[in-house]
């Protein structure tokens, strides 16, 4: 690295942070969806993203601003309500050598959404797909979403008296490969969960709890800060290790380290705090869900994962070049074969 590289803080493709940045935000002061924003920038300086090489998807709420705060010279669309993965599945398969980063919300994607979302997840896109869970329609003044606490009690809404969804457990049963939960105040954690999930050949999704300081961080709340704070349970340490590095790892007793492979030859650590949990066991992540459930404990960390089904490009038998980059003549057939094609019908 020269010398003015390191002065100017550059990262291996002569970007700096703030080349990573976005526009300022209109989020609330405090906001969890701004941390989260802040780490994303972080994270793709550090990974030497190509910002030509990421599309930015996102749907209506609060969270479905904050694509606008981050990776300002990428590619970005926002969205209809709920409609965010299909706008990201339309567009990597138009082009699937990018990858997709889209920000949803519990509203977004918990309610109007839902079936799009478990689509998105079996289909497999090549995504990062992000809820900013706070458990409440923030941008229509608190009324409760598909995430909000049984028995939550609001001024303006009264109680509600539906239980709340799961999204990490309907990301599960939908087919997904790579399914975390973590929580906005956690840094360490989200950054080397956002590394994994970039690295991920498929839908990668993370639950990220992001409390709004303004409907919903009374302490009672599961999705506010002190609760977040208080309560947390991650089940394992983690760390990242790009592709290009030695894997250097401490000496450990058995069942204390896990070491997880992702698709591009980078790997996950995982340092356990719960010895006996296993996120490459489909039914014992769906289990230890329930488990939290009922005990009402906020687990994070990486829930589950299986890197053995192909991603929606490479299941659909996609040519090595995108479509988006085939001239006309490519992808107009010729007439003589329309032709064929017509009569082998009738």
Do not use: W
């Not at 209109?26 to 030509?52: D, M, W, Y």
């Not at 939290?292 to 299941?315: C, H, K, M, V, W």
């Amino acid at each position: 690295m020269t010398t003015s590289r390191r002065a100017k803080k550059e990262n291996a493709i002569g970007l700096a942070k703030a080349d990573y940045g976005g526009k300022p935000t209109t989020l609330c002061k405090g906001c969890g969806h701004n941390s989260i924003s802040n780490q994303i920038i972080q994270v793709a300086f550090e990974l030497s993203i190509r910002p030509h090489e990421i599309i930015k998807l996102s749907g209506i709420g609060c969270s479905s601003k904050s694509p606008a705060y981050f990776l300002g010279m990428s590619h970005g669309f926002n969205s209809i309500h709920g409609r965010m993965p299909s706008i990201g599945t339309g567009a990597l398969t138009a082009n699937h050598k990018l990858k997709g980063i889209g920000v949803s919300g519990d509203g977004d994607t918990g309610s109007i959404g839902l079936g799009q979302f478990k689509h998105s997840i079996r289909r497999n896109v090549r995504m990062v797909y992000i809820v900013e869970n706070n458990g409440i329609y923030s941008l229509t003044k608190a009324q409760f979403s598909a995430t909000s606490d049984l028995g939550a009690d609001h001024k303006y809404y009264g109680k509600n008296n539906l239980p709340a969804i799961d999204l990490c457990m309907e990301a599960i049963i939908a087919g997904g490969g790579f399914v975390a939960r973590s929580f906005a105040g956690d840094i360490k954690q989200l950054r080397a969960l956002l590394k994994a999930a970039l690295s991920h050949r498929g839908t990668a999704f993370i639950d990220i709890i992001s409390p709004c300081v303004a409907f919903n961080n009374d302490d009672s709340s599961t999705k506010s800060f002190g609760y977040g704070r208080k309560h947390e349970l991650p089940l394992h340490e983690l760390g990242y290790v790009p592709e290009e590095q030695e894997i250097m790892i401490d000496s450990l007793e058995d069942g204390e380290l896990k070491v997880v492979e992702l698709h591009d030859g980078s790997h996950l650590k995982l340092r356990k705090t719960e010895t006996d949990y296993d996120p490459t066991d489909k039914m014992a992540a769906i289990n230890r869900l329930q488990k939290a459930e009922e005990n009402q404990e906020f687990i994070t960390g990486l829930l589950y994962y299986d890197d053995s089904r192909p991603n929606l490009a490479e299941s659909s038998d996609l040519a090595d070049t995108p479509l988006a980059y085939l001239d006309e003549q490519s992808l107009r057939p010729s007439k003589e074969s329309l032709g064929a094609l017509m009569e082998s019908f009738k």
